[in-house]
Each structure stands twice: as C-alpha cells, then as structure tokens.
C-alpha cells in the first residue's frame, strides 16, 4: 500500500529526516512511532503528497504521493475544535464525503443522491458509535467523542487507507482504549489498512501487524516484539536505549533522544481554530 | 416632534402606510438597495462568522471610508471608492495573510491590521476635510444614508450582489470544508488558501455594499448581528444561512419604516433591531439549552434544512 524507498525530508533547508526505507502491506494495522519532533507527522505528510520528498522516492497505492487522495482516509494531528463552532458532527462528517467538490454547502441534493449520502453518513456513525451526538454543535462533544467524528470523517468515502495521525493524543485512558479497539475494529472489519502515528505505543500494541521506528538517518520496520528493543532503538539512535517491560505488559523506553525545539510548538497547546 | 418629518405620520393602517411608503420613488429605492445589501451581507457574513474573520471584515469597513470619501473629493461615485478600496484592502489583508502561518485565524496579523486601520481612518478624515462643503456628507459616508439612492445604483449594488453570491454558491461548500477543517480540506485537494483570497474579495464586496445603506461603522448591523443570531439558533449551514437572510432583511425593512416616520437615523434602528435578534438567540440558546434536546429538535425541524 504505501513503500518508502531511501526517502528524505527537508524543511526549512534542514534534513528532517533521510534514507527512510518502508512498507506497508495490504490491511496491515501499522504505527508509526519515535521521540517528538522526529517527523513522523511529515512522514505521512509525504505519503499523502503534503510535503515533497527531497531524495528517494515513495509510491502510495500504486501511485506517485497525492495522486490517490479519494483513496485515502486522513486524520491530521490535530486541536480539538473551537467550543464555539456551531456546525454539527453530522455536517463534519458529510463533508468528508464530497466537501471538495463546487457547490452550495450541504445541499439537499436530488432525491437518490442525497439519501444515498445520508445513509452512508448514517452508517459510518453508527459504526464508530457517534450517532448519539452527531447532531450537537461540534464545538460541545468531549475530545473523545470529536475524535470519533473525525475518524468517521475520514471512513466516510470507504478508503482503502486510513492515515491517523497521533488520533489517541489528548485523550483520556479509557478513551484511548475505547478508540484504539475501534480501530482495530475498522481495520480488521472493513479490511482497512491503518497508518497510525502515535508516541505512545502501549494502548495499540496488543493490536499491532508491524512498526515502524522513525529516527534521524532512517527507520527500522517489522513487529513490535522485534523492533521495540534496548538493540534495535540504540543502533537506531546512536545513544544508548533500554526498552523495559512492566509487569502488565507495557513498553517503557527510556532515553529516547530529545525533540529539537523548533518542531514542538503543536505541543504547547496553542489553539488552532 | 416625530411623525411630521415626512408627508403624514404613521396611522396603524398598514395598507395606508406602505401605500404613502412607496410613493416615494426615493423610498422604493431605498427598499430595494437595502434588500440587496441585506442578502449579500447576510450571506457573506455568515461565512464571516464561521471563519471567525469580523476583524477582517471591520477593516475593510474602515478601509473603504477613504475610498468613499476620496472618490468624492475627485469626482466620482462614493460607491466606486466603497468598492475599489474595500477589494484592494482585502487583497492586501489577504496578501499580509499568506505571508504568515498556514493556520488560519487573525492573532498574529492583528497589528498589522489595526495599523492599516487607523491609518485608512485617518486618510478619510483628510479627504473629508479637504472637500470643503461636504461635512454632511461625513455622517453618511461613516453611519449609513437612505436617502438619494438612484435607480443606477440600485441596479449596480444587485449586479455586485448577484455575481457575489454566484461566486459563493459555487465556492460554497469547499469554502465550508476549509473553513472548519483545513487540514482535513487541504489533504483533500481544496485549495484552501485561494479560496481563503477569494473569500476575503468576497467580503469586500460585500461590506461595500452594506457601507452604501448603513455607511462604514455600523457595516456589522447587516453583516455579523444576522450571522451571528442566525448560528446561535440553528447550527444547520443552509438553516443558518437562509435564517441570516431572514434577520437581515427583516431589520433593514423594520429600520427603513421607522426611520421614515422617526427624526432618528436609520443606522441606529437598523443596528438596533439587529441587537435585538441577536440578544434573542442568546436567551433562546440559554432556554434550549437548559431544556434538553426536545425543544432545541422541535426547533430545529422548525427551522428545517
């Protein structure tokens, strides 16, 4: 679905990150972790064609970065949105579905077209579980209730690839178990592949096919059991690493390197209207 | 002291009344451009609104006073200044906007905007003060005028207004998209900082329209007071917009007859009845929201799609 092959990023003039080599397979459920700032959010930007490659080359779903877009299903990093935004769930959802295309906003359309919409709309919600608030300003849902409009949101057009980007960021524990198990759920059920980016690995690791460790000169891929490792991350980072197991099965990494300031600020909390 | 300013006072026979109204070839025309300019602010504005760009749409207010005020003291219509300024200043807005972040929203602009601001205040002071024998002319220019507006206007202000509005019917919905999910629209394919241009041109247009009837400082009677009523009552988009109309050519009808028959400025009634709607929608969001969903779906199946 989605193959790196000795990729690289520059922003600003800098090398974010280079010789990034990956797959992804067919239905794979994948995450995409590293320490803050590494550019795990730009590496699937240049999967979807957001941000150029400056060396390497990529193909997604056959095809060139940013030809397959229809395809693709993408849940940017993201803020929750304004409490004062007084458009309903159901109406961020319905824009998924054809938002792009010229017209009036949310039309009520012509007779089949516009009940086709409405029931796949419907039906999307339902399967994420949001149709009990999908009708309330957007702005008034809780952060785990959004998130769940917005991975309807992107569902809604049936993609082959779903791209969530740190989807479980900003929210609370029993939220992050109740999203990451309705992944999963997508993805096994609707035979949905899923790029994940995520900083913390232990709330999707029971469900993982594969990882992909993101680090300055490149990244290592493979299972979790595989590439979470003391050897693995201190060959990838150069500094020593020791990944600890705690006795409930959680991953401790300790001494992943610092992020450079200058790519945190999203973590600073500034709202983004 | 009221009601003997025009030709027979108001009677409690509406018939009476609207027929005395309309008798007046001024008034129709008042009528006319103030529906007009009601459509297209109230439509505009709601996108405005949404996009939380008021600020943006005070400035080119602001801006189009010189304009005004300057075509004046040359010779030509204060109508071709109101447009000519307002689109400039909202390609420059624009052009200040796309030099900063890719995130939307004025925070990091807003000095530079307030500067451009005052300064375009200031500019009109001194266009005006040049015009020697226009000091009437001023309180217009600044809070709106019904009176002496031409069948050629009339007909310039709905040409404007319909190709606005054609423009936004087709940018409406991708507009809507980037609006309240940029991300999500620009991964899409929406061309969101173009449309983001766009927009603004839009919102120039129409606040020099709206500036025509409730002149350059009470512009937000028609293009936010409506907007904003019309998304705390019903958080539906096309609801929304067609609600906003409603408000807004409500106020300008209510506040065009009573001027007629009151010494008072139309600005002021026209401002004040929109007040009025809006302070409404917040006790009616209060009284819905403290009565659960029942009421608030009644309304909305009342307000319809």
Same mark, same amino acid.
């Given at each position: 679905?989605?193959?790196?092959?000795?990729?690289?990023?520059?922003?600003?003039?800098?090398?974010?990150?280079?010789?990034?080599?990956?797959?992804?397979?067919?239905?794979?459920?994948?995450?995409?972790?590293?320490?803050?700032?590494?550019?795990?959010?730009?590496?699937?930007?240049?999967?979807?064609?957001?941000?150029?490659?400056?060396?390497?080359?990529?193909?997604?779903?056959?095809?060139?970065?940013?030809?397959?877009?229809?395809?693709?299903?993408?849940?940017?990093?993201?803020?929750?949105?304004?409490?004062?935004?007084?458009?309903?769930?159901?109406?961020?959802?319905?824009?998924?579905?054809?938002?792009?295309?010229?017209?009036?906003?949310?039309?009520?359309?012509?007779?089949?077209?516009?009940?086709?919409?409405?029931?796949?709309?419907?039906?999307?919600?339902?399967?994420?579980?949001?149709?009990? /608030?999908?009708?309330?300003?957007?702005?008034?849902?809780?952060?785990?209730?959004?998130?769940?409009?917005?991975?309807?949101?992107?569902?809604?057009?049936?993609?082959?690839?779903?791209?969530?980007?740190?989807?479980?960021?900003?929210?609370?524990?029993?939220?992050?178990?109740?999203?990451?198990?309705?992944?999963?759920?997508?993805?096994?059920?609707?035979?949905?592949?899923?790029?994940?980016?995520?900083?913390?690995?232990?709330?999707?690791?029971?469900?993982?096919?594969?990882?992909? /460790?993101?680090?300055?000169?490149?990244?290592?891929?493979?299972?979790?059991?595989?590439?979470?490792?003391?050897?693995?991350?201190?060959?990838?980072?150069?500094?020593?690493?020791?990944?600890?197991?705690?006795?409930?099965?959680?991953?401790?990494?300790?001494?992943?390197?610092?992020?450079?300031?200058?790519?945190?600020?999203?973590?600073?909390?500034?709202?983004?209207? | 002291?009221?009601?003997?300013?025009?030709?027979?006072?108001?009677?409690? @026979?509406?018939?009476?009344?609207?027929?005395?109204?309309?008798?007046?070839?001024?008034?129709? @025309?008042a009528?006319?451009?103030g529906?007009?300019v009601a459509?297209?602010a109230a439509?505009?504005g709601?996108?405005?609104v949404?996009?939380?760009?008021t600020?943006?749409g005070h400035?080119?207010a602001l801006?189009?006073?010189?304009?005004?005020?300057?075509?004046?003291?040359?010779?030509?219509?204060?109508?071709?200044?109101?447009?000519?300024?307002?689109?400039?200043?909202?390609?420059?807005?624009?052009?200040?906007?796309?030099?900063?972040?890719?995130?939307?929203?004025?925070?990091?602009?807003?000095?530079?905007?307030?500067?451009?601001?005052?300064?375009?205040?200031?500019?009109?002071?001194?266009? =005006?003060?040049?015009?020697?024998?226009?000091? @009437?002319?001023?309180n217009s220019l600044l809070f709106g005028t019904f009176?002496?507006?031409? =069948?050629?206007?009339?007909?310039?202000?709905?040409?404007?207004?319909?190709?606005?509005?054609?423009?936004?019917?087709?940018?409406?919905?991708?507009?809507?998209?980037?609006?309240?999910?940029?991300?999500?629209?620009?991964?899409?394919?929406?061309?969101? $900082?173009?449309?983001?241009?766009?927009?603004?041109?839009?919102?120039? =247009?129409?606040v020099?329209e709206a500036s025509q009837i409730t002149g350059s400082l009470l512009v937000f009677a028609l293009l936010v007071m409506p907007a904003a009523a019309a998304?705390?009552?019903?958080? $539906?988009?096309?609801?929304?917009?067609?609600?906003s %109309?409603?408000i807004a050519v409500t106020v300008t009808w209510l506040g065009l007859v009573v001027a007629y028959?009151s010494?008072y400025p139309m600005g002021f009634y026209i401002t004040t009845f929109a007040f009025a709607v809006y302070l409404a929608s917040? %006790?009616?969001?209060?009284?819905?929201?403290?009565?659960?969903?029942?009421?608030? $779906?009644?309304?909305?199946?009342?307000?319809?799609?």
């Open positions: 679905m989605i193959t790196f092959d000795r990729a690289a990023v520059q922003l600003g003039g800098r090398v974010l990150w280079s010789d990034v080599t990956l797959s992804v397979g067919s239905g794979e459920f994948v995450a995409v972790l590293g320490p803050n700032g590494v550019g795990k959010s730009t590496l699937v930007r240049a999967a979807l064609g957001l941000v150029p490659l400056s060396a390497g080359s990529a193909l997604v779903l056959g095809h060139p970065p940013g030809r397959s877009g229809r395809d693709i299903g993408y849940l940017p990093q993201r803020r929750s949105f304004e409490t004062g935004l007084r458009v309903r769930g159901v109406d961020i959802v319905r824009l998924g579905l054809d938002g792009e295309r010229f017209g009036i906003p949310l039309p009520r359309g012509r007779g089949g077209s516009r009940r086709t919409a409405a029931a796949r709309v419907a039906e999307v919600l339902e399967l994420v579980g949001a149709t009990d /608030y999908a009708e309330r300003p957007v702005g008034q849902v809780s952060g785990g209730e959004q998130q769940r409009l917005l991975i309807a949101q992107a569902l809604v057009r049936r993609p082959d690839l779903l791209i969530l980007d740190e989807p479980l960021d900003s929210l609370d524990l029993p939220n992050q178990a109740a999203v990451a198990a309705l992944i999963e759920q997508i993805c096994t059920e609707q035979g949905v592949t899923v790029v994940i980016v995520a900083h913390d690995v232990n709330p999707i690791l029971s469900y993982l096919d594969r990882v992909v /460790y993101l680090g300055r000169g490149g990244a290592v891929s493979g299972p979790a059991e595989d590439v979470i490792t003391s050897e693995t991350l201190s060959r990838l980072y150069q500094v020593p690493i020791e990944v600890l197991r705690a006795s409930d099965g959680r991953l401790v990494v300790v001494g992943q390197p610092e992020a450079p300031a200058h790519h945190s600020d999203r973590h600073t909390g500034r709202p983004r209207p | 002291m009221s009601a003997t300013t025009a030709a027979g006072g108001w009677s409690w @026979n509406v018939v009476t009344d609207v027929h005395q109204l309309f008798a007046y070839p001024f008034m129709v @025309n009528f006319l451009a529906t007009i459509v297209a439509v505009v709601w996108f405005m949404l996009r939380r760009q600020f943006a400035t080119l801006i189009g006073f010189p304009g005004a005020a300057g075509a004046t003291l040359v010779g030509i219509s204060a109508a071709a200044g109101y447009f000519g300024f307002a689109i400039l200043g909202a390609l420059v807005v624009a052009a200040t906007r796309a030099s900063g972040t890719a995130y939307r929203g004025f925070s990091e602009e807003s000095a530079v905007v307030g500067t451009v601001q005052a300064f375009a205040l200031a500019a009109g002071f001194l266009f =005006v003060a040049l015009y020697k024998g226009f000091l @009437n002319g001023v009176l002496g507006i031409t =069948v050629g206007q009339v007909w310039a202000l709905l040409l404007v207004a319909v190709v606005a509005l054609i423009v936004l019917g087709l940018i409406g919905r991708p507009l809507l998209f980037a609006s309240v999910d940029p991300d999500v629209a620009a991964a899409r394919g929406v061309q969101v $900082r173009l449309l983001g241009v766009l927009f603004l041109v839009l919102l120039g =247009v129409a020099a998304q705390r009552f019903t958080p $539906r988009p096309v609801a929304g917009l067609v609600l %109309v409603v028959y010494p917040f %006790v009616v969001r209060y009284l819905v929201d403290r009565h659960g969903s029942a009421p608030a $779906r009644a309304l909305h199946a009342r307000v319809g799609t």
